[in-house]
């Protein structure tokens, strides 16, 4: 069998693997015929490519490393949250892995779009067990770290879709919430007293890098469980050599550059030395170019022909690249193979986050309703400071450093927030702006605002959009709607 390109697939080429969608049902069959039809239809889905088998490639073998069967399982327990279901999958995934003869992470990325999260998560727990049998782990051990590895993006499941499948780069602010995933996966397994401490420390710390620039407590490296590190290579891993709406994936290749410098700074170099013994870098079965022209398929990538594959040219010879008289060749992908550099790709995701200021909001009311409802709609963008009386917000002020924003609410007993913020003005001499909050939309209300020097006021109940908008625009000179 081979891999090839949705736009190298033609109709007529037999499929070697059955396709299914995020559901786990079939989308074309095993030995089905490609129709026109149906490689439209795996376009619409997002399939990048696909296995087929003929003559050229019959005799080369790509084994999945884990079951279809076991792996559409674990998609459906994620999908839904059984974290229960997820405990018995990640047993079976260890007694399949350790079942294996020979390990190898041959198989290419066959997700569509939709399943991406659940399907990551599938490949991570794979990756993980690989890593931990290649570190002699004992089988309790990789039990808890597949768990774990299952488990680790469930609070992407409560991401909106438009945030979690851009096409473009995240703002800022959308980062902030993309990286609320990891606490908010820890959230739901904090009072499962059958999960395991160690499981869900590495659910909360797989992002962290081992230098300490990660998150969310940024941790450095002798800070870390040996699970956070595993769950954090192979993450990161997975993600990179994925096809998303946003992105090209990376060649295996690029994707080992990619861990192997980022050593000491993102990852342990012990785990990833130890995933690159499973990895092979040039897939069997996929399509290369030699740089004297010539084409063809990888037939053998084992022990010596990981860096120096044995190619099978498209007339059926077979081209041994360990051999002296062809050590001058070289080897890269065409076509969509043809990844965006890994420096190019770093670049954009330290752009995304470079400019960043967590911004400090203090919002004062007296309902604790009201206080609850702005937490919940800032607590996501901003570090959310919650007070209950005017006389409270002086006496932190006075002992604490002052905020980037204060949301004052105008209708509270024993001080009102008008008055309130007469005395914020004067303490902090006019250098916090001040958002008035008020039930009321009158002309007196307006002008006791505006008297005040207000950065502005807005008028419960809340909407969401409309708070974040007003907030963006005070804080940075700018609004949601540009």
């Known amino acids: 069998m081979r891999y090839v390109t949705l736009r190298e697939a033609r109709p007529g080429m037999r499929l070697a693997y059955d396709l299914y969608d995020s559901f786990g049902r079939t989308l074309v069959g095993s030995s089905c015929e490609l129709t026109a039809v149906y490689i439209e239809k795996l376009r619409e889905y997002g399939v990048g490519g696909v296995y087929i088998t003929d003559r050229l490639s019959e005799d080369i073998e790509v084994e999945n490393i884990i ?47 939709d399943d991406y999260t659940y399907a990551h998560s599938v490949n991570v727990a794979v990756i993980c067990c690989v890593i931990g049998v290649g570190m002699d782990l004992a089988e309790e051990d990789l039990l808890g770290l597949v768990t774990a590895a299952l488990l680790h993006d469930l609070g992407k499941l409560s991401i909106p879709p438009e945030i979690l499948n851009k096409p473009g780069r995240l703002t800022p602010e959308e980062y902030q919430i993309m990286k609320s995933h990891a606490t908010v996966s820890y959230e739901l397994l904090k009072e499962r007293w059958d999960v395991s401490a160690q499981v869900k420390t590495a659910v909360l710390f797989h992002h962290e890098n081992v230098d300490g620039s990660g998150y969310p407590q940024g941790l450095e490296g002798h800070e870390q469980t040996l699970f956070t590190k595993i769950l954090h290579v192979a993450d990161v891993y997975d993600a990179l050599v994925s096809k998303r709406p946003y992105k090209n994936p990376y060649s295996p290749y690029e994707a080992s550059e990619y861990l192997m410098g980022g050593c000491g700074i993102m990852f342990d170099r012990k785990v990833v030395d130890i995933l690159l013994r499973y990895v092979p870098l040039y897939p069997k079965g996929t399509a290369v170019i030699l740089s004297d022209g010539r084409t063809g398929i990888i037939y053998e990538n084992a022990g010596v022909h990981n860096l120096r594959p044995i190619v099978r040219l498209l007339d059926g010879t077979l081209l041994d690249m360990t051999e002296k008289q062809n050590l001058s060749l ?46 919940g709609i800032l607590d996501n963008l901003y570090d959310v400071t919650l007070i209950k009386s005017g006389s409270q917000a002086l006496h932190y002020l006075e002992k604490n450093p002052y905020p980037d924003l204060i949301l004052m609410d105008i209708d509270m007993p024993e001080m009102n927030g008008i008055e309130t913020a007469r005395r914020i003005q004067e ?56």
């Open 67 to 113: 079951s279809p069967e076991l792996r559409r399982e674990g998609l459906a327990c994620i999908r839904v949250c059984d974290i229960d279901r997820c405990h018995e999958i990640a047993k079976r995934m260890v007694s399949e892995i350790l079942g294996k003869c020979v390990v190898s992470l041959d198989m290419a990325d066959l997700r569509t779009y």
């Open 330 to 375: 070289t080897l890269s992908t065409g076509g969509e193979n043809e990844m965006i550099p890994t420096e190019d790709a770093e670049e954009s995701r330290k752009e995304m986050i470079r400019e960043w200021k967590r911004y400090r909001i203090m919002a004062v009311d007296d309902m604790k309703t009201n206080l609850q409802m702005i937490r």
């Open 427 to 482: 303490l902090t001499g006019h250098a916090v702006p001040i958002l008035f909050v008020t039930a009321l939309c009158d002309r007196e209300t307006v002008m006791m605002c505006r008297s005040m020097d207000a950065a502005g006021y807005i008028v419960r109940p809340y909407k969401p959009t409309y708070i974040k908008s007003e907030i963006k625009r005070i804080l940075t000179g700018r609004s949601d709607v540009e």
